[in-house]
């Protein structure tokens, strides 16, 4: 950990090896000199001061030269005016503090405790002290550390009682406590420090990276906004995003880093602070502006080249997007996230040998073989292997989907909980129901006290026709109470459960009972989603869509919701634009989502743009070929545009699908719609002559 050490006269000495460091420092201990009885010395002021003007001078041009012959001198010239004035604590101490800056740093440390035992009260020896200890922390850890961490606490606290009103003392003081984790003593510090001076940015510096260390983003986040906004200088502001950027609050980072460079125009750090703040709240055309002047500035900036193609992928430019990637590569070989981006784009471009090529390197490289991992690793291993379970999904390779799912099971804890729904997922898309039903009941048997696991269980049960076993293994998992944050997940278990069942009643009591343990803003969000579906599903329309909105209110990013509201609007050919802003905002959010590019292809479909419609709905059944909704839907564009044949063809498919359907997912409305298309397009198809079927 980095000591913020602000006295500038420390930056220009070569630090001390801590183990050359201890062993002056013991050394010098060890040496008590004898008690001696001598004569009281006879003072010469006027030669005292003569070689102290000397030693002054020599001391400067020894630093100014970087000349040892002239450092020499002055130390000679301190000790013939200590002769000329043995008793002189001033020059005592100037010479002690010369040996420290000439790098001579047990004859310092000897000095400085030689006025130690004779004034125990002496400052200057006692900074001289903890200078020399905290030059020697340094950045470096050594075994040694631990000792000269005590040694620095010990010299401060002294000149914490010696100088109660100086700030930098309690600072340095509350930094040292931080570095030994001793963070109670440590915010003493700082608050003493803030009683000193309130509105001293510094200290809030301080208060504000010790509560993130500890996790307390929130509480940081407070402190830097207690200093005003026009007493805040750019350092300030910059530390005031990353804590929002800890927070995941985008939008309030933005600002913080803008404010910043409006002080200090051109760093460069700030300006990917706020790129990447301006890439979380979805804002491209900014963050790409912004991105592209620091590549100008820094040409070997490989992470922002990463970020600008990303941006590219994410508008659909997936050509453009490969090529920036091409240049980054050299300038970051064995960078895992260029590599996850490059499958990413060979994804979205339909080109899913490659992409599963990628990530299953990218997996192998990864590996351990004792299987064991830091969380980071966990974390990165955990996305490559989801990402290549959907690709596999993508593709109907079911059994290569339940093998990476599995691998994401291995890492154990929550990784193991979504390694088990992705393999029932993987199953479902497939509409392997049994199968299904065989992992869910696996995964419930090995984590029989996980209540994830066994709602997801109990979802597959009332999904296949075991409606009641489903429901009472839902409602095992409440609490006697009722009103802990895990029944909150069990209610919103059983209201979709009930919504799927269509059982609204018991679906809106079980939605309340969740709505009454949600508190925080995501949690809320996820309660007037979910009460908008249920509006949806029984055709209330205009409830449903307040509810989206009062969850949009929250996160306007959402690409679920988005995606959501703008496919009710479509079908039902209201609000088109409103429709198509919103489901092109979900799809730039998550361009690979088949369920995001079918909305896109309806919305054009009922926008009266024809080809769009068509592009992305292939796109949409590359991903969801099993969906009958996608193949109604690229029906209804075939017949739109007279390719009759071909929308025969998507309706039969779509009919198959819908035979092989959970009944909660084949509405018989819908298929009775799709059967009377089918059945009117083959006697249009059959009155047609061969040629102008085709």
């Given at each position: 950990?980095?000591?913020?050490?602000r006295?500038s006269s420390?930056?220009?000495?070569r630090?001390?090896?801590?183990?050359?460091?201890l062993?002056?420092?013991?050394s010098?201990?060890?040496?008590?000199?004898a008690a001696?009885t001598?004569a009281?010395?006879?003072?010469d002021?006027?030669?005292s001061?003569?070689?102290?003007?000397l030693a002054?001078l020599y001391e400067d041009?020894?630093?100014?030269?970087?000349?040892s012959?002239y450092?020499?001198q002055a130390?000679?010239?301190y000790?013939l005016a200590?002769?000329?004035?043995p008793n002189?604590?001033?020059?005592?101490?100037?010479?002690?503090?010369?040996y420290?800056?000439?790098g001579?740093?047990?004859?310092a440390v000897?000095?400085a405790?030689d006025?130690?035992?004779?004034d125990p009260?002496?400052?200057?020896?006692?900074?001289?002290?903890?200078?020399?200890?905290?030059?020697?922390?340094g950045?470096?850890q050594?075994?040694?550390?631990g000792q000269i961490?005590?040694?620095?606490?010990?010299?401060?606290e002294?000149?914490?009682?010696?100088k109660p009103?100086?700030i930098?003392?309690?600072l340095l003081?509350?930094?040292?406590?931080g570095?030994?984790?001793?963070?109670?003593k440590?915010?003493a510090?700082f608050?003493?420090?803030?009683?000193?001076?309130?509105?001293?940015?510094?200290?809030?510096?301080?208060?504000?990276?010790?509560y993130?260390?500890?996790g307390d983003?929130?509480?940081?986040a407070e402190?830097l906004?207690g200093?005003?906004?026009d007493?805040?200088?750019a350092?300030?502001e910059y530390?005031?995003?990353?804590?929002y950027d800890?927070?995941?609050k985008p939008?309030?980072?933005?600002a913080?880093y803008q404010?910043?460079?409006?002080?200090e125009?051109?760093?460069?750090d700030t300006?990917?602070?706020?790129?990447?703040?301006?890439l979380?709240q979805?804002?491209?055309?900014e963050a790409l502006k912004i991105?592209?002047?620091?590549v100008a500035?820094?040409?070997?900036?490989a992470?922002?080249q990463i970020?600008?193609?990303?941006i590219e992928r994410r508008?659909g430019?997936y050509d453009?997007?490969l090529?920036?990637?091409e240049?980054a590569?050299?300038?970051?070989?064995n960078?895992?996230?260029?590599s996850y981006?490059?499958?990413l784009?060979?994804?979205?471009l339909g080109?899913y040998?490659?992409?599963?090529?990628?990530l299953?390197?990218?997996?192998s490289?990864?590996?351990?073989?004792?299987g064991?991992?830091?969380?980071?690793?966990?974390?990165?291993?955990?996305?490559?292997?989801d990402?290549?379970g959907?690709?596999?999904?993508?593709?109907n390779?079911t059994?290569?989907?339940v093998?990476?799912?599995q691998?994401?099971?291995?890492?154990?804890g929550?990784y193991?909980?979504?390694?088990?729904?992705?393999?029932v997922?993987?199953y479902r898309?497939?509409?392997?129901w049994k199968d299904?039903t065989?992992?869910a009941?696996?995964a419930?048997?090995?984590?029989?006290k996980?209540?994830?696991?066994?709602?997801?269980?109990?979802?597959?049960l009332a999904?296949?026709g075991?409606?009641e076993?489903?429901?009472?293994?839902?409602?095992?998992?409440?609490s006697a109470?009722g009103n802990?944050a895990d029944d909150?997940?069990t209610?919103?278990?059983l209201?979709?459960?009930y919504t799927?069942?269509?059982?609204?009643?018991d679906?809106?009591?079980?939605?309340?009972?969740a709505?009454?343990l949600?508190?925080?803003?995501?949690?809320k969000?996820?309660?007037?989603f979910l009460?908008?579906v249920?509006?949806?599903?029984q055709k209330h329309?205009?409830?449903?869509?307040?509810e989206f909105h009062?969850?949009?209110?929250i996160d306007?990013?959402?690409?679920?919701?988005?995606n959501?509201?703008?496919?009710?609007l479509?079908?039902r050919?209201v609000?088109l634009?409103?429709?198509?802003?919103m489901?092109?905002?979900?799809?730039?959010l998550?361009?690979?989502n088949?369920?995001?590019?079918?909305?896109?292809g309806?919305v054009?479909?009922?926008?009266?743009q024809y080809?769009?419609a068509?592009?992305?709905?292939?796109?949409?059944?590359?991903r969801?070929?099993?969906?009958?909704?996608?193949h109604d839907?690229?029906?209804e564009v075939?017949?739109k545009?007279?390719?009759?044949?071909?929308a025969?063809?998507?309706?039969?498919?779509?009919m198959t699908e819908?035979a092989?359907s959970?009944p909660?997912?084949?509405?018989?409305?819908?298929v009775?719609?799709v059967?009377h298309?089918?059945e009117?397009?083959r006697?249009k198809?059959a009155?047609?002559s061969?040629?102008s079927a085709k």
């Open positions: 950990m980095t000591l913020f050490l006295a420390l930056r220009q000495f630090l001390l090896p801590a183990a050359a460091l062993f002056a420092a013991h010098v201990f060890a040496e008590t000199p001696t001598t009281p010395p006879v003072q002021r006027a030669s001061y003569y070689h102290y003007g002054h041009m020894a630093v100014s030269a970087g000349r012959d450092a020499t130390v000679e010239e000790k200590l002769n000329a004035d002189s604590q001033q020059l005592q101490d100037g010479l002690a503090d010369l420290f800056k000439i001579r740093i047990r004859e000897s000095a405790q006025r130690i035992a004779k009260n002496d400052v200057e020896a006692h900074e001289l002290l903890g200078k020399v200890y905290l030059r020697s922390l950045d470096v050594t075994p040694q550390s961490l005590k040694l620095a606490i010990a010299e401060y002294k000149l914490a009682q010696l009103k100086d930098e003392t309690h003081l509350g930094q040292l406590y570095l030994n984790h001793d963070s109670v440590a915010e510090q608050k003493q420090a803030q009683k000193i001076d309130a509105n001293s940015e510094e200290v809030a510096l301080n208060m504000a990276r010790l993130s260390d500890e983003a929130n509480r940081a402190v906004n200093v005003p906004v007493d805040r200088s350092r300030l530390a005031l995003g990353t804590t800890q927070l995941k939008q309030e980072a933005a913080a404010r910043s460079l409006d002080q125009p051109g760093n460069i300006e990917r602070g706020l790129a990447n703040a301006l979380m979805g804002k491209l055309d991105l592209n002047e620091i500035a820094e040409p070997q900036d992470q922002s970020h600008i193609s990303e508008q430019h453009q997007a090529a920036t990637l240049k590569k050299p300038l970051a070989q960078s895992l996230e260029l981006n490059e499958a784009i060979y994804d979205s080109r040998d490659d992409a599963t090529g990628v299953t390197k990218l997996v490289d990864t590996a351990h073989a004792d064991k991992y830091s969380d980071g690793e966990k974390a990165n291993r955990s996305i490559f292997l990402r290549l959907i690709i596999y999904r993508e593709e390779k059994a290569d989907a093998a990476a799912y691998q994401l099971v291995d890492l154990g929550e193991a909980k979504g390694g088990y729904q992705g393999q997922d993987a898309d497939a509409h392997l299904a065989v992992a009941a696996a419930a048997k090995a984590s029989p996980d209540q994830a696991t066994q709602l997801m269980y109990a979802g597959q999904d296949t075991q409606a076993q489903g429901i009472a293994l839902a409602k095992a998992q409440l109470a802990t909150r997940d209610y919103l278990a209201t979709q459960i799927r069942l269509k059982r609204w009643p679906a809106a009591a079980a939605l309340d009972n709505a009454g949600s508190t925080k803003p995501d949690e969000l996820y309660v007037y009460r908008g249920l509006a949806d599903r329309y205009d409830e449903a869509e307040t009062k969850a949009l209110a306007s990013q959402n690409a679920t919701i988005l959501y509201l703008g496919y009710m479509a079908d050919g609000k634009p409103e429709a198509l802003a489901i092109r905002k979900a799809v730039e998550d361009p690979q088949g369920a995001y590019l079918d909305s896109l309806w054009y479909f009922k926008s009266g080809d769009l068509e592009a992305n709905l292939r796109k949409a059944m590359e969801m070929s099993t969906d009958p909704t996608v839907h690229l029906g075939y017949e545009t007279g390719k009759l044949k071909l025969v063809e998507q309706w039969q498919r779509s819908y092989h959970l909660a997912d084949a509405d018989p409305a819908d009775a719609k059967q298309k089918l009117n397009a006697v198809l009155k047609l061969p040629e």
